[in-house]
């Protein structure tokens, strides 16, 4: 009985997660059916129809993020630890975001720490959940602003990887919530962004923070234990000598 309840309550979360997913596509698939339409009118001047490509275009980027949140958060996948740099990371994070558009009007501050020792994480996880990180704060500067990044060591001995934004900030209520699934603010969130980022972070060994203030901005700490440590530059003198 008790293994038929869990069953019962799996499926009705299956049901919610679909139902969920096929809301969010509704939208999105009827904009687009109508642009096509547009673009096939003969009689529609051809800026009018640019315009509307760009619209579809926009569309489809909206799904496939949508679609990816839905995907992680429905597929869990253990993570495939290596040794890596918090700073490769970073830079490779940013790169993706970069390449996924990124955002011309934020500017972004890269502060690395020198001689920090590696981590031992899935790079592509912990990748995605700084991407996850740099979409959120881009969306929260709607008029521009600065996103840090950078690395630290921490006091507590471990690697630090901060993702920072001086956008709209978050409120103490909706503060406790921000982890919760499907909770969002934003019309067309899923709200799955932050629950996946702490799977994420904490399926490879790390913990995560949050402070923010409503109007000022909003930081994300990541804490991995350091491999090693002893820094790097320590390590490769005490082999040698
Ligand atoms: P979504 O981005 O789809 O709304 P998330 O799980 O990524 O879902 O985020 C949940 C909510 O947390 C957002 O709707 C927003 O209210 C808040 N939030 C997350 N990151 C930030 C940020 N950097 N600045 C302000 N609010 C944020
Ligand atoms: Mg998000």
Known sequence: QQEQ???RERLASV???LAALAHDLRNPLGVIRSSAQIMLDRNRPEPVKEEVARYVIDEVDRLTHRI???LRYARQKPPEPELVSADALLREALHQWNAQGGQERIRVDLRLAPDLPLILVDPHQVKEALVNLFMNASEAMPDGGTLTV??????SGSVEL??????LGI???NLRRIFEPFFTTKEFGTGLGLTNVKRLVEDNGGTLHVTSKE?????FVLYFPAHCDLPTAARNSSRSG
């Open 5 to 7: 309840l869990i069953r």
């Open 15 to 17: 049901g919610q997660l």
């Open 68 to 70: 990816n949140d839905f």
């Open 150 to 155: 950078g690395t630290k060591r921490a006091a």
């Open 162 to 167: 901060t993702v920072a934004d001086t956008g």
């Open 171 to 173: 409120s103490e209520a």
């Open 215 to 219: 109007g000022a901005g909003t930081e």
